[in-house]
């Protein structure tokens, strides 16, 4: 069961949640969804708005679902999920049902956009800016460490339309 509450009221710390215990990025519909793991991104304020950032490279099959999708989930899970966040990390939903392989249970946020009930922190939100990177303004150590493949990541900026706590 979730609790709607304001995102201007977590506690938890955005570093932590996202470097260190990842999250899901999810699009698409209850019946036909994609998920990966993340650990890139951000929350803060834009245009007066709560929002959330992601980052995801080109090859991934979960780019497809958020570029045709105007909303999008970020889940946040326990530590006792760190395999299953693995797991979604290393595995293209072109391949396998992630979902389905992990024994995730799909829930659907009011404005359709799915989301996990295995999940303790969930942010709905609705896209709001998406932008590929330009290598030209990426430093050059940065180019160089992340980018030999030159798949350079798509910015997705949401706005946190809700913000679910499991209660």
């Known amino acids: 069961m979730f609790q709607s509450v304001s995102p201007y009221t977590l506690k938890e ?3 932590q949640m996202i470097d260190k215990q990842w999250m899901l990025v999810t699009a698409g519909s ?11 991104g951000g929350l803060g304020v834009l245009w007066s708005r709560p929002v959330a950032t992601c980052y ?8 497809e679902f958020l570029d045709r999708e105007e909303y999008f989930t970020l889940s946040f899970f326990g530590e006792e999920y760190r395999k299953v966040l693995s797991f979604c990390g290393s595995k293209s939903g ?7 392989e992990c024994g ?9 956009a799915p989301f996990f009930e295995e ?17 030209a303004n990426i430093p050059a150590d940065v180019l160089e460490s992340q980018y030999a493949a030159q798949d ?3 910015i997705y900026i949401g706005e946190i339309l809700e913000c679910l706590v499991k209660a």
């Open 13 to 15: 710390n955005v570093f």
């Open 94 to 100: 072109r391949d396998v049902d992630k979902v389905k």
């Open 119 to 135: 999940a303790s922190l969930v942010l709905v939100c609705r896209k709001r800016f998406v932008q590929p990177m330009d290598p």
């Open 30 to 40: 209850a019946g036909r969804c994609n998920t990966m793991t993340a650990s890139w």
């Open 152 to 154: 350079y990541h798509t």
């Open 104 to 112: 995730l249970t799909v829930k659907t946020a009011e404005c359709g």
């Open 56 to 63: 995801i490279r080109p090859q991934r099959y979960t780019k």
